[in-house]
Each structure stands twice: as C-alpha cells, then as structure tokens.
C-alpha cells in the first residue's frame, strides 16, 4: 500500500501544482491536514487551504484516495466569509474590499464575529500593511492569527466528505496544522508523507514525523 500511495502523490504532483501550497492561485493563511480511514483498506488525504484567490477568501479542498475516481478531487468554498449573515460580498461593484482592517464585523460560516485589531497587532503577525489591493490577504492572515477564529474558518469532517461526495461514515483519524511540506522534493522523498504513508499502513498515528514545520504562510509569500 505505501508505495502505491506514495507513487499516486508524485504523480500528481509532478502533473500539477495542487500539492503545492504556493501556487499562484492562492495567498495562503492556513492550511490543515486530515486523514480519514474506513474499513482497514481505505483512505483519504484532505489538505484544507484558505486562502485569498480570485473569488475572494476561500477554503479549497483537495482530496486524494484509492475511492475517488481519478484519485484526486477538488473544491473551493468561497462561502465561508460575508459581511453580515444575510451573505453580503465583502467586496464592492469595483473589487474594492469592504471590512475595515481594523475593527467591525463579519460572519464566519454563518457566525457573527466581532473584531478588533490594532497596527501594531499586525505588525507583531508579521503583517505589513502597504497596498489596498492586498487588503483581503492582510485581514485573512489577521483573522487567521486568533486561534477562535481560526477554527471557524475550517470546513468539519463532514462537510469535507459532502463536498467530495463522500458517505459521512470515515474515522477522522488524523489531522495537523504543521508539517514539512514539500518544497523541491518528491512527495516520496518527503520524511512527513514517508511516514504518513507507513503509519496508514500500520494503523499507527505515533509512527508519524512532522519533519521541520514550513507550513505557516511565512513560507508561502512569493506567490503573493
């Protein structure tokens, strides 16, 4: 199984950018890994990345399993963000940002969520604030830095499974916020996913590496 997992990966990784957390398609805020199991044969590798792309703030799902035909899936929440709960865009007729940076309202997955954030709070985020264009990527990677609203930004278990069309019966068996993620290597030559693939293989979470952590969205700016 661990080679064939392995062997997938590269595959697709060489066939596009989707394993890559600094395509240019996306400023990166954060980004998760969760591993889903059922019937001691199968398996799911979901990594979320929300993110800034041409659709606003999204939350994009890529799905790799030996039950999805073709092996990979994707989708892109740009749902998870409004001005208020009656899901006004947070960006105007011009593409102009709306939110204040600094202190107002939103809501998050159909939850109000009051904030208030000082020049120096973004600062400390390592958050430079410089161009209005940029203003949804500094809000995002602000909001993101609050680990309560972090959490709301993520998509649940089953919500992950109903996008990718998925039966809600799968063990969340595994999941992280930090990991070494490739950067030139293969997949197959990454110590995380060597020892991810081993510990499905032997049903073992403790036999998991996370390597040297690279998956902050520090790492992930030249794409921005």
């Not at 080679?3 to 997938?8: A, K, N, V």
């Not at 390592?126 to 309560?148: D, N």
């Amino acid at each position: 199984m661990s080679s064939s997992i392995l062997t997938l990966l590269d595959g697709i990784q060489k066939q596009s950018d989707s394993l890559m957390l600094d395509n240019f398609h996306t400023d990166l805020a954060q980004t998760k890994i969760s591993i889903l199991l059922k019937d001691e044969v199968d398996w799911i590798i979901i990594f979320q990345v929300v993110g800034v792309d041409k659709l606003g703030i999204t939350n994009s799902i890529y799905a790799y399993s030996n039950k999805i035909p073709g092996t990979y899936h994707l989708f892109t929440d740009d749902g998870i963000v409004f001005l208020d709960e009656e899901e006004t865009a947070l960006f105007n007729d011009d593409g102009e940002f709306i939110p204040c940076l600094y202190n107002g309202t939103v809501s998050i997955q159909q939850q109000d969520v009051t904030y208030s954030f000082t020049q120096q709070e973004y600062e400390e985020a390592g958050i430079e604030v410089r161009t209005e264009e940029a203003y949804s990527t500094y809000f995002l990677r602000m909001l993101s830095s609050k680990k309560e609203i972090r959490e709301l930004l993520w998509l649940s278990t089953s919500q992950m499974l109903d996008y990718i069309e998925m039966e809600d019966d799968w063990e969340a068996w595994y999941e992280t916020e930090e990991w070494q993620h490739v950067v030139d290597e293969k997949v197959s030559e990454n110590v995380f996913f060597q020892s991810v693939v081993e510990a499905i293989e032997k049903k073992d979470k403790t036999r998991i590496k996370q390597g040297v952590p690279n998956t902050h969205w520090k790492h992930w700016i030249d794409s921005d």
